[in-house]
């Protein structure tokens, strides 16, 4: 069994771990327990009622929080010099080609966003084995491959998130950071649960929503009741 340190034992005397507990009141126990000297992010835990084996099942897709993730996005936008320009003039930290490709062929990956064009899509390609298993791909279903590199740059700094179930059917995002007021907090969850149900696979068989969890960076998790959003709406 893995052995926990003083602070996280402390803090879950705080609540009933074994208590399904509204989204609302979770906010604001997962706020109560962010007792790290940095601002934690707050992340939920979906586990789906789904085979990611099965391509028909693979929940997949992208969402705009209202109130943004309290993080300054890195954005890379992959394009050839006519769009270089739109790029940076809609916020992109960087812009370019070649000598990004060959930067991220040397290693560096230090951004959370690339984006690209369509027409550059054949070249960064050929880096998918360095973006894939970093999560850096552009992808047309996410929005990331297009010729409308301002809006996308856009969307991604105002707080637009991509998610993906993973191979155990769990799906993790951050949808904020833990000093966010409880309302921005909670807005945000349920604007991120409403996608993850809008895009339930209808090959999917059984209770979609097995489970969710909040936590805090450096916190324990915290049960929800899925029920809860129901009732809010």
Known sequence: MKKRGKRYNSLIKNYNQ????SYQDAVAIVKKNAKAKFDE?????MKLGVDPRKADQLVRGTV????????KVRVLVLAKEAKEKEA?????????????????KSGWT??????????????????????????????????TVTFDVAKAVQEVKAGKI????????????SVGKCSFPEDKLAENISVFFSSIMKAKP?????????????SSTMGPGVSVNELSFQAKD
């Open 162 to 173: 991509e998610y993906r179930v993973d191979k155990t059917g769990n799906i993790h995002a």
């Open 88 to 104: 940076l003039d809609a916020g992109a930290d960087y812009a370019g080609l070649e000598d990004y490709l060959e930067k991220i």
């Open 110 to 143: 230090d951004v959370d966003v690339i984006i690209s064009t369509p027409d550059v899509m054949g070249e960064v390609g050929k880096l998918g084995k360095i973006l894939g298993p970093r999560g850096l791909m552009p992808n047309p279903k996410s929005g």
């Open 64 to 71: 705009s929080l209202p109130h943004g993730i309290g993080k």
């Open 202 to 214: 209808q090959t999917a068989k059984g209770k979609y929503v097995k489970s969710v969890n909040f």
């Open 18 to 21: 074994k208590q399904l507990f």
């Open 41 to 45: 992010s707050f992340d939920i835990a």
